[in-house]
């Protein structure tokens, strides 16, 4: 059972961490088209640019496990703040399914928060 508990958390970074690379390398393909929906939910654009890094380089940061802790928050913010400007909206089930579903990440996210990368993690060496 050790065996397996250690490689459980590289698991649910890889798996989380992944999510955001590819969030993140898909927007360089239309940096202009995601300033446009950033600035729909109130935030002004020039944020387009930092949001790209952190969606690459902290999806990167938990994939590896380097400062987990750290990235895991940074990004469990990020993924609140999308959820409640880009996604509440309780008329509409699709948009409170993906609403939902950031809490659940977000979710994951304050547990490798809390418990850090694990083992086998850059961290740990």
Do not use: C
């Not at 397996?4 to 390398?25: D, E, K, N, W």
């Not at 959820?83 to 309780?90: E, K, R, S, V």
Request: glycine share 14%; aromatic share 10%; hydrophobic share 60%.
């Amino acid at each position: 059972m050790e065996k397996i508990t250690a490689y459980v958390p590289l698991v649910a970074r890889i798996l989380i961490g992944l999510l955001f690379v590819v969030a993140g390398v898909g927007k360089l393909g239309d940096v202009a088209g995601f300033t446009g929906y950033l600035t729909s939910g109130g935030l002004p654009g020039f944020l387009a640019w930092p949001t790209i890094a952190l969606e690459i380089l902290g999806g990167l940061a938990l994939i590896v496990g380097f400062q987990a802790r750290i990235a895991a928050l940074l990004l469990a913010g990020f993924t609140l703040l999308a959820a409640l400007l880009h996604h509440f909206q309780p008329a509409d089930q699709m948009q409170m399914t993906m609403f939902l579903k950031n809490l659940a990440i977000a979710g994951g996210l304050f547990l490798l928060f809390a418990n850090g990368a694990g083992a086998l993690a850059v961290d740990k060496r």
